[in-house]
């Protein structure tokens, strides 16, 4: 089953393998983030639960460990799938583009966010990981992510907590980034939210396990 983003082309595969993809991405010079990053941050998780959730880019952490969403927003997404009953590493955890995009301040790497440019130099790889992975469900947190598999810009507002079908019978949830939790200052209306986030997983989930298998 391909579950290829909006646009995607279909040309012969050169990967392998996941792994394959790790070690290539550091190779990579699509875009020019590669140069101030410390390494190109590769999706990683499981495949038997048929789910690939794809945020942002990496963050300061991401960047430094290798691994996606290990910092702050990750603690809150790993908290939430929690609360649904799902283990981590039965899922695909992803970006939609692998490199670190900061600005300096002094000692601090504040992130950016990756434009129109970095986003289709990217594609690529999701393109290989959405392939590799054949998920059944997609959950595209946050509007990089959406515009990412879309190919068309996305208001999160307007598009979340509904299906969208892909090819072969591949479901996109779109959500918000759990980074974005993370910025509401006031605690009952960052709790509201967070709800809905979770109330957002559980029936993307739900729907999913409503379809017989492909």
């Known amino acids: 089953m391909d579950a290829l983003p909006h646009g995607a082309t279909t040309a012969a595969p050169s990967l392998g393998s996941i792994d394959e993809l ?17 390494q190109g941050v590769p999706g990683e998780g499981g495949s038997s639960h048929g789910t690939m959730l794809i945020g942002e880019a990496p963050g300061d952490a991401e960047d430094e460990q290798g ?8 603690a809150l997404l790993d908290r939430a799938l929690q609360d649904i009953g ?6 695909y955890i992803t970006n939609a583009v692998k490199h670190f995009k900061f600005e300096r301040r002094g000692k601090r790497r504040l992130h950016m966010k990756p434009g ?9 790889w999701l393109q290989e990981e959405l392939r590799l992975m054949s998920p059944r469900l ?6 990089t992510a959406a515009r990412a598999i879309l190919g068309k810009p996305v208001t999160v507002t307007r598009m979340r907590g509904a299906a969208v079908r892909l090819s072969g019978g591949t479901q996109l949830w779109i959500t918000v980034h759990p980074s974005y939790l993370l910025r509401i200052p006031q605690e009952a209306q960052r709790r509201i939210q967070y709800e809905r986030f979770v109330e957002e997983l559980r029936a993307a989930l739900s729907s999913v ?6």
């Open 22 to 38: 790790r070690a290539a991405l550091n190779e990579c010079r699509r875009c020019a983030l590669w140069k101030a990053a410390t």
């Open 67 to 74: 691994h996606p969403f290990v910092g702050p927003a990750g």
């Open 86 to 91: 799902l283990d981590r590493k039965r899922v």
């Open 116 to 124: 129109t440019t970095e986003i289709q130099a990217c594609h690529w």
């Open 138 to 143: 997609v959950i595209a947190m946050g509007a």
């Open 209 to 214: 396990a409503k379809q017989p298998p492909a």
